[in-house]
């Protein structure tokens, strides 16, 4: 942990909502799925300024601008008894990259996690992103290649969930 916190860092602020979308929006773009990205200002303001957040975010500014951003909510591993950090969104514009903004915001949540007794810091990379994998690694990050991600959306979890009105009631 630096004893002087980086400058650039500090936690998302209301008025940084439109520039954090923004950057979401562009991160789909590289992940090469722009049309899957239908969040709205209007949505990520309430999850991370409603009476009890259910997402939080760090943003990095360059020459006063929000150019980077990291998205995070809480999990819990039951067999450590604690919670964690699950970073949903990392991302630095390509203009900015290079300049330690990406470490330092993984920085801040690793202190996060230090600073509240949480026992990991965790997120998901695609296979393909190679550069940052590499930068991953290079911050001391191991691969959970054990694990398989799954995920239920659209269609198969409506159907899954679809029965609720029906058997409730």
């Known amino acids: 942990m630096t004893d002087v916190p980086d400058q650039r860092i500090r936690r998302v ?43 939080f975010g760090h943003v990095a500014e360059a020459d006063g601008q929000v150019v980077g951003c990291a998205l995070w909510f809480l999990n819990f591993s039951t067999w450590r008894g604690t919670h964690g950090i699950y970073l949903e969104d990392l991302y630095v514009q390509p203009e900015h990259r290079g300049a330690g903004l990406g470490k330092a915001l993984l920085t801040a949540l690793a202190e996060e996690c230090v600073r509240r007794g949480y026992s990991r810091l965790e997120w ?39 029965g609720l009105s029906a058997t409730r009631g």
């Not at 992103?129 to 409506?158: C, K, Q």
């Open 124 to 162: 998901s990379v695609l296979d393909w992103n190679a550069p940052s994998i590499g930068f991953y690694r290079s911050l001391g990050a191991v691969p959970m290649d054990e694990w398989t991600v799954f995920r239920l959306a659209d269609d198969s979890l409506a159907a899954l969930g679809g």
């Open 13 to 55: 602020r209301e008025s940084d909502v439109d520039a954090v979308v923004g950057l979401v929006h562009e991160l789909a773009a590289y992940e090469r799925a722009p049309q899957e990205c239908e969040l709205t200002a209007d949505q990520l303001r309430d999850a991370l300024f409603r009476p009890a957040p259910a997402v």
